[in-house]
């Protein structure tokens, strides 16, 4: 039996999570900001679920939540950062009132959860797991304040991994790609400021034609997400449905190319050895772009 620390889980894979483990024995604290919309979750588990208000962004609450976890569980072996939303538009578009509370949800909440939870799952080891998105994995016009907020979600959890190790504590990135939650309703907000001059990527309407459609399931995504955690050797990286794996693929193969299209150039970098004369001839090829 495991016992969870859920941030956001009101609905989507927060909430999804919360009820498969607590269904499958597990012990629960799940939260959300409003605790008013998911009292009744607790209900059915005879105490095996208790609901805890947490508003990510706020370090108090935090702290607060991961003492009533102790308080009522002992601790807890797996936190999940799932607290977030979306921000559709582009960059020239969006406007600090919009990027930046977007930033402080996604991010600094997914840190601020993390730190009040560390000294004491560092005492027990665990995992922790943190909801990143196919937008985490490569960026694209219309999805770029999603996106930095979840560029910086992986690279602070790649950080997180090699601190974590020597403890016993694991991380899993999650990258879901399209699945048919409520994600693309209640969960993604959009730019005010439309501009003509980027209609064609600002990703404006991309919810009023998908949301609802989507091909993932994300009763599925849950069980890998479960299995990950229960398996020691699960990878860093989760990529979860076909999108996701795809964008992946293409990210990999083009980051390839740019390596090795200016390898020879982008490797002459570092200071000559002692001793070893370059002729001006060379450094100004060097200099000018060309090959060495």
């Not at 601790?75 to 999940?80: A, C, S």
């Not at 150039?265 to 200071?271: C, H, L, N, S, V």
Request: with cysteine; net charge negative; proline share 5%.
């Amino acid at each position: 039996m495991k016992t969870w620390l859920i941030t956001g889980c009101s609905s989507g894979f927060g909430q999804r999570l919360a009820l498969a483990a607590a269904e499958r024995g597990d012990q629960v604290v799940a939260t959300a900001r409003s605790v008013k919309t998911i009292e009744d979750m607790a209900e059915p588990f005879d105490g095996r679920m208790i609901t805890v208000p947490l508003d990510v962004t706020d370090a108090a609450a935090a702290k607060a939540a991961v003492a009533k976890a102790v308080e009522t569980f002992g601790g807890f072996d797996v936190l999940v950062n799932n607290a977030g939303y979306g921000l559709h538009g582009a960059i020239e578009e969006g406007t600090s009132d919009e990027y930046r509370p977007m930033f402080e949800v996604n991010l600094f909440g997914l840190i601020e959860a993390t730190r009040a939870a560390l000294p004491v799952m560092r005492r027990s080891g665990g995992a922790i797991v943190n909801m990143s998105s196919v937008a985490g994995i490569s960026g694209g016009g219309g999805g770029g304040y999603y996106n930095a907020a979840k560029f910086a979600v992986e690279g602070i959890s790649e950080a997180l991994a090699s601190e974590l190790k020597p403890f016993g504590i694991r991380v899993l990135i999650v990258e879901p790609g399209p699945f048919r939650t409520d994600f693309l309703g209640r969960s993604i907000t959009v730019a005010a400021n439309e501009m003509p001059e980027y209609a064609g990527t600002s990703r404006r309407h991309y919810r009023e034609t998908n949301n609802g459609n989507q091909a993932g399931d994300p009763d599925k995504a849950i069980a890998v997400i479960l299995r990950a955690v229960d398996d020691d050797d699960a990878p860093l990286h989760l990529p979860l449905g076909p999108v996701a794996h795809a964008a992946a693929e293409r990210k990999l193969a083009a980051f390839r190319s740019d390596i090795d299209a200016w390898h020879d150039i982008t490797i002459a970098t570092d200071f000559d050895p002692p001793g070893t004369r370059v002729a001006s001839s060379d450094r100004t090829s060097t200099s000018t772009g060309q090959r060495p």
